[in-house]
């Protein structure tokens, strides 16, 4: 007998700090195929004061759940039969989040999830190496860099060691990065804490053992767009793109002394992203020079980076598949 299977479609929402995501696609189990019907992503900046007050703002509640009411509408034009809502740092860290759960199952009738860092790794993991898996050798470091927090996750075929750092674009900018650009002291203020979370995290994940370190996000795909020089935003170009370390740290080091006309001015920034992408750069920076120096203390170099735009987007759409 001929098993007959067919194409589930589904819908996955990732609500971090800064952005809001909607994935709607039809997922093959039986076949391993994931196809995009929408790719959509709206900055509502839902971690807005957390940092500072523990709260959701409640202009930023409202930015998000407004997003979600049209997300919901998307999904009821194109018959998607399941959702998931999964929700990260900002939400995680608020006193008031029963108010974000509330309003988001009103938009949507469904419950959101709010999810743990390693849960956040996993799935970012699941979504960056379903596509790169068979293209570079392993083991991966899948780096999910967010507006709260940023993720790593190292693994061959799945996640051997995760850790969340409380550190993001928008965290980072909240905390230290007021003056535009930023002073030195600011900077250093801001090393400083990505310094600290990475010596946490290096106990956790042995950052020596990435051959294959992969970005994934918003700031990540935004430094590769201004290294590969792009007049708009491609994620075609995007998507797989292999850089040199010192082109990527070079980019990062670029974006973060321009101040905010000069940033605005670049055919690929978004304009939600603006005033966190200086923070975001200065963590992508850290990060991979972190990661090169770990690796290269075992005797071997790591060169170059791969920027992904398959991420936690792809991962939430195949764990609804595998329910």
């Known amino acids: 007998m001929v098993r007959v299977t067919r194409a589930t479609r589904v819908a ?22 994931l196809v995009d019907l929408v790719r959509r992503m709206e900055v509502v900046r839902l971690g807005q004061g957390v940092d500072r007050t523990g709260r959701i703002a409640p202009e930023a509640l409202e930015r998000t759940l407004d997003a979600a009411r049209r997300y919901a509408q998307t999904c009821a034009e194109l018959g998607v039969e399941q959702i998931r809502f999964v929700a990260t740092s900002a939400s995680r860290d608020a006193e008031n989040r029963d108010d974000f759960v509330s309003g ?29 898996a068979s293209r570079y050798p392993g ?25 969340s750092m409380d550190v993001g674009c928008v965290r980072l900018t909240e905390r230290h990065l007021r003056t535009d650009p930023p002073t030195g002291p600011e900077t250093a203020a801001a090393h400083a804490d990505v310094a600290r979370a990475l010596d946490a995290a290096a106990q956790v994940v042995p950052l020596g053992r990435t051959v294959t ?42 974006l973060l002394a321009r101040d905010r006309p000069s940033r605005a001015g670049l055919g690929f920034m978004h304009p939600g992203r603006v ?22 203390a075992t005797g071997r170099e790591l060169t170059e980076v791969v920027t992904s ?9 195949w764990s609804i598949a595998s329910r």
């Open 12 to 33: 996955a929402i990732d609500c971090g700090t800064n952005s809001i995501r909607l994935l709607v696609a039809d997922i093959d189990p039986a076949a391993g195929t």
């Open 309 to 317: 735009e398959h991420d936690i987007l792809d991962g939430i759409a």
């Open 213 to 254: 370190l992969v970005g994934l996000a918003g700031s990540v795909t935004t430094v590769t767009a201004h290294a590969l020089g792009l007049p708009a935003y491609d994620p075609a170009a995007i998507d797989g793109a292999v850089l040199p370390v010192d082109t990527v740290l070079a980019a990062c080091r670029d």
């Open 139 to 163: 083991p991966f470091l899948v780096v999910d860099l967010g507006g709260g927090s940023t993720e790593l996750v190292l693994g061959q075929d799945r996640p051997e060691a995760a850790v």
């Open 104 to 132: 988001v199952r009103a938009a949507l009738g469904v419950e959101p999830e709010v999810i743990g860092g390693e849960e956040e790794a996993a799935l970012s993991f699941r979504g960056a190496t379903g596509v790169l």
């Open 275 to 296: 005033d966190v992408i200086g923070a975001g750069a200065l963590v992508w920076h850290d990060v991979v020079t972190r990661v090169r120096d770990e690796v290269r």
